[in-house]
């Protein structure tokens, strides 16, 4: 009996430390504006929020808000600058947006409602190749500032130390593992 609860608490164990590791190297899902949402009736500064992250090719970014009052449009970097919905190359409304960064460059998000991107309802997201994902790619590296023909590619530096800390994480897993089963 007390075999067979080890076993169960040892794959319990090994299935949830898959799901975090997973979590923390595979793609990840941005809510915009985190708790606040799409919206502006809490003032979030998305431009901030947007460059507090960083977003690689195959992560996701999700839209929350009341339909009945908002949608997101994505438009060009020229109509994100002078709020222009006229246009958009994209359109989402069904109120949780989720859409998936497929490809590196600077994308541009503004809500069509009249007043709304002006009041600041708009968001510029960078997205930057999945191989890249390293911690000291700052936020400083302000290309939300520049044209999309101006993205410089991150220099492909090789991470080794991410790759040995998650060897050393499985060494512990798998001892743990181990060491539960007996
Ligand atoms: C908005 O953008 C469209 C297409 O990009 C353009 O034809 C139109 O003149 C723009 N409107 C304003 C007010 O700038």
């Given amino acids: 009996m007390a075999l067979v609860a080890k076993r169960e608490l040892a794959c319990f164990f090994l299935m949830m430390m898959i799901m975090a590791f997973s979590g923390a190297c595979m ?95 708009k968001v510029p997201i960078k997205v930057i190749r999945a191989s890249a994902r390293s911690p000291s790619l700052a936020p400083s590296e302000s290309a939300l500032s520049g044209s999309p023909s101006a993205f410089i590619a991150p220099s492909p530096s090789p991470s080794s130390a991410p790759i040995i800390q998650s060897s050393k994480f499985w060494l512990a897993v798998t001892a743990l593992a181990f060491y539960l089963i007996g």
Wanted: proline share 4%; charged share 10%; aromatic share 14%.
């Fill in 27 to 121: 793609a990840a899902t941005y809510i915009v504006g985190d708790s606040a949402g799409w919206t502006i009736q809490i003032p979030v500064d998305y431009t901030k929020w947007s460059s507090t992250n960083n977003f690689h090719v195959g992560d996701k970014i999700v839209f929350t808000y009341n339909k009945q009052f908002h949608n997101v449009l994505q438009v060009t970097h020229q109509n994100f600058q002078s709020c222009n919905a006229t246009s958009p190359i994209a359109s989402y409304t069904s109120g949780s947006d989720s859409i998936t960064l497929k490809s590196p460059g600077n994308f541009y998000y503004l809500c069509g409602v009249p007043g709304h991107c002006q009041a600041g309802q």
